[in-house]
């Protein structure tokens, strides 16, 4: 691939281990030498999950139109789903769409109440337990950088990677996190040596929600 043109590796930290990630930079590093093209590497961190709890039957099959109940507190009835996640009924409204397992399921919200949320299927499928939960219109109050994205971005920084990517951006300030972090190692003018070494990160790219502000974004990311 880095021999037709690929300059940028994508390393997905939702997936595998320290030490399975620290073999790809290594490897990465290793053909970008050999080669002598410069072949920058993007940490792409896993962000905040929200995901389903324990259902009663498991899987649980959603089929089209059918009517559900997703609620913020354990539930074993048939047909309600109970998530880890106790601000949904407040950031969700009716109309919105939230998707289930990896995206294969999507629901239509009809309406609110304190702990739940009415829904119905719009694309069904089976679902099981500790699946993840995903808002595109995310107006939750959930860190775009969680504990663990703070553990891979020291794992990043101490092996060099050039770039991170940040998921569920709201606000410049989820971009000025992992920045700030990077900065003080980053250096401003990079070599193409620096590349093939592997020097400190010197760059925050955003997935960005439609409501964080482009222009804010776009002062604190590259």
Known sequence: M????????????SHGTDEEHLKNIKSIRKVS??????????????????RVGKLAQDPMHLRRLDSVTLTTKPSKAKGKIPVAYADLPTTVGKG???YLADGSIRLEVLRTTREDVQARVLVGGDLISGKGLNLPKLRARVPAITREDREHLHFGFE????MV???FV?????ARRPRGRAEPRAYSDRSEEDHFRGEPPSKTCDYGHPDAGV????AHSD
């Open 2 to 13: 880095i021999r037709v043109g690929m300059d940028v590796a994508r390393i997905n930290f």
């Open 33 to 50: 030498h050999g080669l002598r093209r410069p072949v920058a590497i993007l940490q792409d961190l896993p962000g905040p999950k929200l």
């Open 96 to 98: 919105d769409t939230i």
């Open 159 to 162: 092996n060099n990677v050039d």
């Open 165 to 167: 990517a940040v998921s």
């Open 170 to 174: 709201q606000s410049h300030g989820c």
């Open 215 to 218: 222009h804010d974004l776009r």
